[in-house]
């Protein structure tokens, strides 16, 4: 049976997190482990050496970058298997020049993410954020919003920007609620794959006009650079709320700020531009507003799925098998 020489690549609270026993027991049955087995680092004399044997880097977050120097030192490279989401600072075009396999987690660590979002449209149903916010200066009672019709996930219409790997998994969670209608925004979409998730295929002017929620699942690309702006969210009907776990760049927070202060809209933020805001940055004193620093992604046990997921990937080549979630130049390029 093929063992590649493999190499783990990641900082070392990476690899605490996400190579324990179970993992570290299953990748010694796969490939030839050597001595390091993991590294932070591409550049010392000893790394060196064992990067000239590596057929398999395995990397994560803090991972350094493979430039032409360092793939020039690891002439027996086959594969790059990413244990986290986007490749981008770590893989770039000689990589995929010189022939070498990428693979990459994302899809895994979509799933948290989607979980997330689906608990951030719930809660924004039903305001519950921003009531507990006002709760912490005056009551806020049962009587208070008996009568309040804006309470509800029942036939709520929410815009999904993105049919991503997230975006997809969130229209697919959406079909748990109640909703009127889940509306997907995403000019390169198969209209068939949307509509077999559950979403119905729409443009983005209709798409803000129609939302009670709108969920953000796009890539940080030159073209989706404050996608949605102050024309944008003036579309958007009085009380609807923003829920952004993609990118802070898709947003121009000073319009979301104006907008939210005025009252007209409200926001639940897992991501920001800057990230995080600075203290005292207005949008993170108003009620309607809740800002959480960048936890939907994986955590904690979590990041072991994206681990155990690279580990599917070794166990494929070992076998001979396709690459589950291969990428290529062109589809990194459009990856968030």
Known sequence: MFRPDTLLVMDAATFALQFRGDELARLAALAEVG??????????????????RAQVLVTSWGAPALTAERLAAAPALRAVLHAAGSVRGIVGEDVYRRGVAVSTAADANAVPVAEYTLAAIVLAGKKAPFLAAQGRTAPVTWNDVVARDD???????????GFSRTGRRVVELLRLLDTAAVLVVDPYADAAQVRAAGGEPAELDDALR????????????????????????????????????ARGSLVDHDALLVACAAGRLDAILDVTDPEPLPAGHPLLGLPNVMVTPHVAGSLGRETRRMAQHALDELEALVQGRPLATPLTAATAAVSA
């Open 35 to 52: 001595d390091p087995v993991w590294t932070d680092e591409l550049d010392s004399a000893p790394t060196r050496r064992r990067l000239a």
């Open 151 to 161: 309470l509800s996930n029942y036939g709520r219409t929410v815009a999904v920007v």
């Open 210 to 245: 129609r939302a009670d929620v709108l969920s953000l699942h796009a890539p940080a690309l030159p073209e989706t650079h404050h996608l949605i702006g102050a024309r944008e969210l003036a579309l958007l009907p009085h009380g609807a709320t923003l829920v952004n776990t």
